[in-house]
């Protein structure tokens, strides 16, 4: 009994002793504060400089050159800094293409676009829905990552980003393990501030995960399908959340690629952003759809999105979703993301101040809303090589002329001349397609009209230089006509595939119904302005339909409510009954239940083919030889109902453009008013004509 005493209390003197003398001089004080910046960068699409590759020409209004100088300036502010990206890097201009599709990079080269990021010392990344486009095998080899799914082939030290890229919410289908690291914890060394005001160097470890929405299984499907599969962003986070904190994360950013919709939750929804912010997280940066969040705070910025001011549970001037500090930093480098925060030591543990927390979605002209920053002299070098090679991928003949000007400046007015030689190829494909098809199903389609829709995808989605104009051969550079970049000009999206549906005459109403939707309600007895379309942020949405001849007609009554607008639908001079049978020409994304159509979800595709729409455009340009105004873009299948109004309704678009209106006989458009914050023109629209 005394030998057990005796220990004890050499015990509790040794204990003693080690509590003098092993007293860490570098623990964490209470109360001792820490002030950390998270950078954000989104939807870059390989907009690297500030150049135009379908135009040819420089651009200011974008690129990473400029949002380098963003970042340098925003590290100066706040040493205490974390960079990251949300996605949609690869993909989205032709030095995208031609890295991926003309000339594809090597194992042992680095996308341009990631060797500008290794240079600007990112941290970490998360996965867009278009890093998806170009399939597996190249996502696999650029990111040096083994997705572990059975027929993917991983490149051997590949070129790659020199920072995590992060992907919580996509599994292979065999494996049910995520392709990428599902999340990825960031040790950073900081300074803080002791309570008695000293400094002194802390360690904080920033947790980052990944999430795309569930739609890329339809918008890639060829690429993906039976491969891989999609979680819901709520379930994957609240799967993650616990692990990232049981392994250390003092802090936890989600990177979604995905907007904000305040509907109730789905694993399915493409905008499930608004929700994560209840799963555990500390920060939220946003993506994908290209807006600005939260309100622009330089002198005359642009508005908020309506959509985005309107939901509940957001505070749009603060930046702040479900309470969680959020940014969306537009795209293609337009903005930078800002949240800082500032975090206190308290019970041996890191704690948000949100009182104390500052978001910004800050642009090119913050610093006093005219002057656009420089671009950072040091990037431009990093890809003179590639840069180059585009501008020659870009300029090549394609052995085609035109007699007229094809752009998207009025195509929410009633302008086809970018659209009808679009909706042309696509007809002339699938009535090839069907002709030649020796499956009988395809052959008895025959007889059943074929038609077509796409949608003016570049007309200032992303700001008044974002509008596809392709000039008449007479004042092109060249005098050999169109060149490899006109077709993605007029068709954006060189990773959709043509696809074909068939619908009754009920659905082509319903499709009808929602591409109008893009168009405010306009009451024809306000005396006060109003906008035609609110906002383009999903202006890829708005499809025009044709057939050829112009057989197909409608008009569109934007004094009504969305989903009762279309009106004197016909084809070939009858109006369409509710059973006709109709074969719409469009793509994989529309196809496969992209943009919501009611009914098109997939089940009634008939024709999946295995070339890109671009690729289809292209191919019938070289074949015309010409191509005409009067035979390739001057049918316009649709008008508005005429309505007279007591106030002003006016459309953005880019400014200067008022000559070419009046030249297309555009009696709609009358004056070209002043200029909007984002550097819109604002056109007087006379709905009476």
């Keep these: 009994m005394k030998q057990k005493i005796y220990l004890s209390a050499l015990a509790i003197i040794s204990l003693a002793g080690c509590g003098k003398t092993s007293e860490d001089p570098n623990a964490v004080p209470e109360g001792t504060t820490l002030k950390v910046a998270l950078l954000e960068t989104t939807d870059i699409h390989q907009n690297i400089l500030s150049y135009d590759y379908y135009g040819l020409k420089a651009d200011t209004s974008l690129g990473l050159e400029r949002t380098a100088t963003l970042i340098s300036a925003a ?286 979605a800050r642009g090119f002209k913050y610093t006093d809303g005219t002057a656009i920053v420089a671009a950072d002299p040091s990037i431009a070098p990093l890809v003179d090589a590639e840069h180059k090679a585009t501008l020659a991928y870009a300029t090549q003949a394609l052995g085609t002329t035109t007699d007229f000007e094809m752009s998207a400046f009025f195509a929410l007015v009633g302008d086809v001349s970018a659209i009808q030689i679009v909706n042309q190829a696509q007809i002339a494909y699938v009535k090839s397609f069907i002709a030649t098809s020796t499956d009988p199903t395809i052959a008895s389609y025959k007889a059943i009209p074929v038609i077509s829709c796409s949608a003016p995808f570049k007309a200032g989605r992303n700001g008044p230089t974002d509008f596809t104009d392709v000039a008449p051969t007479a004042t092109l550079a060249t005098p050999f006509g169109l060149q490899v970049r006109h077709p993605g000009d007029l068709y954006l999206y060189g990773n959709n595939n043509l696809q074909a549906v068939k619908i009754k005459g009920s659905d082509l109403k319903n499709w009808l119904e929602a591409a109008a939707g893009q168009f405010g309600k306009i009451d024809p007895a306000l005396t006060s302005e109003q906008d035609l379309v609110p906002s383009y942020s999903t202006i890829y949405n708005y499809d025009v339909f044709y057939a050829e001849n112009n057989a197909l007609k409608y008009q569109i009554d934007v004094t009504k409510a969305a989903g009762s607008r279309i009106v004197n639908l016909s084809y070939m001079d009858k109006a369409i009954a509710d059973g006709d049978d109709f074969i719409v020409a469009t793509n994989d994304y529309r196809a496969g239940g992209g943009g919501k159509v009611p009914g098109i979800d997939g089940s009634k595709t008939i024709i999946k083919s295995p070339d890109a729409n671009q690729a289809v455009v292209s191919d019938f340009l070289k074949k015309q030889g010409k191509v005409t105004a009067a035979a390739n873009g001057a049918a316009r299948s649709w008008s508005f109902v005429k309505v007279a109004t007591q106030g002003p309704v006016i459309l953005r678009s880019a400014p200067g453009k008022l000559s070419l209106a009046q030249s297309m006989g555009l009696t709609t458009v009358k004056a070209e008013g002043g200029l909007d914050a984002s550097g819109f023109a604002k056109y007087a629209i006379d709905l009476n004509k």
């Design 75 to 360: 590290r100066a502010e706040n040493p205490n800094n974390v960079l990251l990206d949300d996605g949609d890097v690869i993909q989205g201009t032709l030095l995208g293409d031609y890295q991926a599709v003309a000339a594809p990079v090597t194992c042992s080269g680095t996308l341009a676009v990631h060797k500008v990021m290794n240079a600007l010392k990112y941290d970490g990344a998360g996965v867009g829905n278009h890093e998806f486009n170009y399939g597996l095998n190249f996502l696999s080899q650029i990111t040096n990552t083994d997705f572990g799914v059975e027929g993917v082939q991983k490149g051997a030290n590949c070129g790659a980003p020199n920072f995590p890229v992060v992907l919580s919410n996509v599994v292979g289908v065999t494996s049910q393990k995520p392709i990428f690291n599902p999340y990825s914890i960031l040790p950073k060394q900081f300074t803080a501030t002791k309570p008695d005001g000293t400094s002194m160097s802390v360690k904080l470890n920033v947790g980052i995960m990944g999430f795309v929405p569930p739609q890329v299984m339809d918008w890639d499907q060829k690429h993906l399908a039976g491969k891989v599969m999609v979680n819901g962003v709520q379930e994957s986070s609240l799967k993650y959340v616990p692990e990232l904190r049981s392994k250390g994360a003092d802090l936890i950013v989600a990177l979604s690629h995905g907007g904000l919709d305040a509907s109730p939750y789905s694993p399915k929804m493409e905008n499930g952003s608004l929700h994560l912010a209840s799963t555990g997280i500390d920060a939220l940066m946003l993506g994908h759809a290209h807006l600005i969040f939260p309100k622009a705070k330089e002198t005359g910025g642009p508005a908020l999105d309506a959509a985005l001011d309107k939901l509940p549970q957001v505070d749009s001037i603060n930046g702040f979703v479900n309470g969680v500090p959020a940014v969306m930093a537009q795209s293609w480098g337009r903005r930078l993301g800002i949240i800082q925060m500032t975090l206190i030591y308290q019970s041996g543990k890191w704690v948000v101040q949100k009182d104390k927390t500052k978001v910004e």
